[in-house]
């Protein structure tokens, strides 16, 4: 991305790397609120992404998909399972 904003005559620009937590399973009430907001955002797209890639490239059958995302979507709101996203933030550098 860092290239890519250089091509379009961006100066200045790097990147900075963010672990961010997947869940409710964050301590301190700033990293729980971040941890919700990515798991509702992984939430929204995961049926439409999950189905599209997995029965046009897996061949999988709808109903087995939609099971495996019922599954996924419940394993994102465990607090047992702490998931970390790593997010990439594309930056003018000083």
Do not use: S
Request: a positive charge; glycine letters at 8%; one cysteine or more.
């Amino acid at each position: 991305m860092v290239e890519l904003l250089k091509e379009a005559g961006f100066v200045d620009v790097g990147f900075k790397r963010f672990p961010t937590p997947l869940g409710p399973w964050a301590k301190g009430k700033k990293q729980k609120e971040i941890g919700n907001t990515f798991r509702m955002i992984c939430d929204t797209g995961m049926q439409a992404y999950g189905l599209a890639l997995m029965t046009r490239v897996l061949n999988m059958r709808a109903d087995e998909v939609n099971q495996l995302v019922a599954d996924a979507k419940d394993d994102l709101g465990n607090k047992k399972i702490h998931a970390i996203y790593t997010l990439y933030v594309a930056l003018k550098l000083d």
